[in-house]
């Protein structure tokens, strides 16, 4: 009983420490201190490393995304850190995720939490995300469109992580559930991204 108490604690510590890493607003900040661009109101809206490199430029987009990937590793450190394993630490995951696509800092503003939840994931396996992440470089060489080429790398991981890392299926949906919410807050997004979109002229594929 005692043990299955001090487990939770360290769940509940754990996810508690993702969600405020997840939080940071590293994309926001870097806009803001800059070039003064509130992210919010500017490009398309979204406070993410893709609109910072539209918005501020290439180096500090690339800055915003390796940034937002640690936020995922920093998660997956902490749940090692705890003890936490599989398929308990995959709580840390959404909680990271979460916090970037909903920060406290914010007051819930946040980007989509992709970058975040590929950090979380290359923590777990790395050499799959690194494949998936090669094929949606191929797919945007060739087709130069951004959610186009992330979909056949996104398709790509559960499969990878089934029939490659022979994960249990149990620990394939929820790498699924993992994935559809970024989908799902896209969705969320999209009508406040379109009213800004029109605002500015975002016209980036």
Known sequence: MFKQGLKMLMIGLGCAGSYLIGSIPFSYLIARYTKGIDLRVAGEGNVGARNVWHVV????????????????????????????ESPA???LGFA???GHAFPIFLRGRGGK?????????????????VISGGVMGLAYLNFRDFHL???PGMALIPVLW???????WLEVGILLAFLLFLGFKRLIDEPYMRKIKA??????S
Do not use: C, E, N
């Not at 605002?199 to 980036?204: A, D, E, F, V, Y």
């Open 149 to 151: 080429a992330v979909a």
């Open 89 to 91: 630490i995959w709580a």
């Open 199 to 204: 605002q500015t002229g975002w016209s980036k």
């Open 57 to 84: 430029g290439k180096r500090y987009g690339a800055l915003a995304g390796a940034l937002d990937v640690s936020k995922g590793l920093a998660a997956r450190g902490i749940g090692a850190f705890l003890g936490v």
């Open 162 to 168: 089934r029939f490659w890392l022979h994960k249990s």
């Open 113 to 129: 939490g992709a970058a975040a939840a590929m950090g979380f994931l290359l923590g777990l396996a790395p050499l799959p995300i």
């Open 96 to 98: 990271v995720v979460i």
